[in-house]
């Protein structure tokens, strides 16, 4: 707002500058300050002042307002008519003040604007230094997934290699079935289960199995010795 107000500042002081320059050409009577253009310029004055935030704008809005009172009291009344405006110690006096006036503004907004680029200059580096940490976090995440995910296929790969492997390693043929260790009760625990329940049915066939031959040799054997008894008769 400071340097908007500034601005419209030092358009009120040229513009009335420009009057009273104008008046100087015949046959234009003498020129009367507006009040409106004082009360532009002393509302916009009162902005600078009610806004004054940066180092050195203080002493500049200080001065403002001390020359603003002389600018006042300089326009007022204005100048009588006929005279002649180049013998009037007067116009001198108010075209340095308002040169001066019109400098301390300029200088003024120079203040602001150096302010406002250090301002955006800060936000960019804030940005910068929000992209870096976005990247290092969003780094740290995938980090983390993948971390988290080979974990994961470790953990479920582990017991389906270790239950390959006591499969692996039973013998064939021989009618011993390995007892796989359930150690959770999740999917693999249940896989584990299943391979037990069959170990047991098998071992329960392979035990019929040799009961049923064992009964048969049994009935050849005494077969053949009834056949040996019966031919010694």
């Known amino acids: 707002r400071s340097i908007r107000a500034a601005q419209e500042a030092r358009q009120a002081l040229e513009e009335n500058r420009n009057l009273r320059l104008e008046a100087l050409e015949p046959p234009r009577a003498a020129a009367a300050t507006p009040p409106a253009a004082l009360q532009t310029l002393q509302r916009n004055l009162a902005i600078c002042r009610a806004n004054v935030t940066e180092a050195g704008e203080g002493d500049l809005v200080d001065r403002l307002a001390a020359d603003y009172a002389r600018y006042a009291a300089m326009v007022q009344p204005p100048p009588a008519a006929g005279a002649d405006p180049w013998e009037n110690e007067g116009l001198a006096e108010f075209l340095a003040l308002t040169a001066e006036m019109v400098q301390r503004l300029d200088a003024l907004v120079a203040v602001n604007e150096a302010a406002m680029e250090r301002a955006d200059e800060a936000t960019r580096q804030l940005a910068r230094r929000a992209q870096r ?91 053949e010795e009834a056949k040996g008894r019966f031919i010694a008769d």
């Open 133 to 223: 940490r976005a990247a290092v976090l969003f780094g740290v995440i995938i980090g983390g997934i993948l971390a988290w995910s080979y974990f994961l296929s470790y953990r479920i790969a582990r017991p389906i290699m270790k239950l390959a492997h006591q499969l692996s390693g039973t013998p064939e043929g021989r009618g011993v079935y390995p007892r796989v260790r359930v150690r959770s009760r999740d999917e693999i625990g249940f896989l584990s289960e299943a391979f037990n329940r069959l170990f047991r049915r098998l071992e329960q066939y392979d035990r019929h199995r040799d009961d049923i031959l064992a009964a048969e040799k049994e009935k050849v054997r005494r077969g």
